[in-house]
């Protein structure tokens, strides 16, 4: 063998995405778009376009049993999942859930589980229609795959957004990564001191700890787009933090941005949990991610207008030319670029 053993590591998942992405495939006629965005895009009629997303979950990596409730885990699952719909103006319709289950999970646990995923499914109006069950010899997998639908006038990609517009952002964000931390802390406290009696205190984190472990997609803003017949230029859902998504916002639409960090907005139970942690609460909403929030832009003249409609959203900057580059203005009034941040 000439060719030298490369780790993933060293290039890291979107390099190795690009690598098994760039054969010679082929290509479908019907299908407009493939991968790069929230969720593919395949043509079903002059009117309606299908959209597909799936995802995958490993115990120990993507989540913690620990201090993740089988429960919670099915629901936050299957929230993630249709977030990538919205995150295209669309609408779920139905999941596939895959199992792949070690032995020393219970019954109990897996059943647990699926009073997640159906709750999840109910709120969101998305029907489980099946999918399978395997063994594992260690972890516990779940995949997830969701399928929706979006209308050829109203579908909604990273790519879109013009020179001007408002970058827009619904809720508030870096909650779910501040009750990451409660919850890593109450895990550490516990290993500790192995008393298995003892149960964490988490009511004054409510909060943090619930948009961390049962994130609420937000079907709302979707519905109240169609409703009003607004279609953003440009879309995604919040899993990476702020910084990620609005880099993959302007590469996709080959424009700068400009966003200032006073307008960010964070919960007071959020900058609570940065205080208690002596950490940069900052930090929290640039870098956290998993709020399932959605990024949107949108013309000044469309935000004067949607805001009657719909008031949960703050603009949090603005498109600008790819020359000006990525950058911020601090609550101090210093411009600090993207790749300062990090």
Not at 100 to 129: C, F, H, T, W
Not at 298 to 307: A, D, M, N, T
């Amino acid at each position: 063998m000439s060719e030298s053993f490369q780790t993933i590591q060293s290039i890291g998942s979107n390099a190795l995405l690009k690598k098994i992405t760039n054969f010679d495939a082929y290509k479908n006629k019907n299908v407009i778009r493939s991968i790069g965005d929230d969720a593919a895009v395949i043509k079903e009629s002059n009117d309606s376009l299908i959209l597909l997303t799936s995802d995958t979950y490993v115990e120990g990596v993507d989540f913690d049993p620990t201090y993740t409730p089988f429960h919670h885990l099915g629901y936050k699952i299957v929230s993630a999942g249709v977030s990538d719909i919205y995150a295209m103006n669309g609408m779920p319709e139905a999941v596939l859930i895959n199992l792949a289950v070690p032995n020393r999970m219970s019954v109990q646990m897996i059943e647990d589980l699926y009073k997640g995923i159906y709750a999840a499914g109910k709120n969101n109006e998305v029907e489980v229609v099946g999918g399978d069950l395997k063994a594992n010899h260690a972890n516990l997998v779940v995949s997830i795959s969701v399928y929706g639908k979006a209308e050829n006038d109203s579908i909604t990609y990273r790519k879109g957004a013009n020179e001007g517009d408002a970058i827009c952002v619904t809720g508030d964000v870096g909650g779910a990564l501040a009750g990451l931390r409660i919850l890593m802390r109450e895990k550490k406290y516990w290993e500790e001191h192995g008393d298995e009696s003892v149960q964490p205190e988490l009511g004054d984190y409510q909060f943090v700890v619930k948009r961390q472990l049962v994130p609420e997609a937000r079907r709302d803003l979707i519905e109240i787009l169609k409703k009003e017949g607004i279609v953003p230029t440009s879309m995604i859902d919040i899993t990476k933090g702020l910084v990620s998504e609005i880099s993959a916002l302007s590469d996709a639409s080959e424009l700068g941005a400009y966003i200032y960090q006073a307008a960010l907005p964070i919960a007071v139970e959020t900058r609570q949990v940065a205080d208690e942690m002596q950490e940069d609460v900052d930090r929290y909403a640039l870098f956290g991610g998993e709020d399932l929030e959605i990024m949107f832009t949108l013309s000044e003249k469309k935000v004067e207008e949607f805001v009657k409609h719909f008031s949960d959203f703050v603009v949090i900057g603005r498109m600008v030319a790819k020359e000006e580059g990525m950058k911020m203005q601090t609550a101090e009034g210093d411009v600090v670029s993207f790749d300062d941040l990090s």
